[in-house]
């Protein structure tokens, strides 16, 4: 088979408890990787913007219903 056998002739496989500490390291990695995008961005004006109109929003809808009835109907 050639160098196929140099290799392990692709019969070895990972251990449950490999796998486990493989993916286990994997995610930690991109729970890494996610929270170095999310200060990047937050620091970006892109970021900047989408926070300050998230509390527009936030502050908009927190004054929108002063008591009043959400459905008003209109009697023609």
Not at 9 to 37: C, F, H, V, W, Y
Not at 41 to 53: E, I, V
Request: aromatic share 6%.
């Amino acid at each position: 088979m050639g160098c196929f056998d140099c290799f392990g002739g692709g019969d070895k496989r990972m251990t449950k408890e490999e796998e486990r500490l493989a993916s286990e390291e994997a995610r930690a990695n991109a729970a890494a990787a996610a929270q170095r995008r999310q200060e990047e961005f937050d620091k970006s004006a892109a970021g900047r913007a989408a926070r300050a109109q998230q509390q527009a929003m936030a502050k908009q809808s927190a004054n929108t219903n002063k008591g009043e009835p959400v459905l008003k109907w209109q009697m023609g």
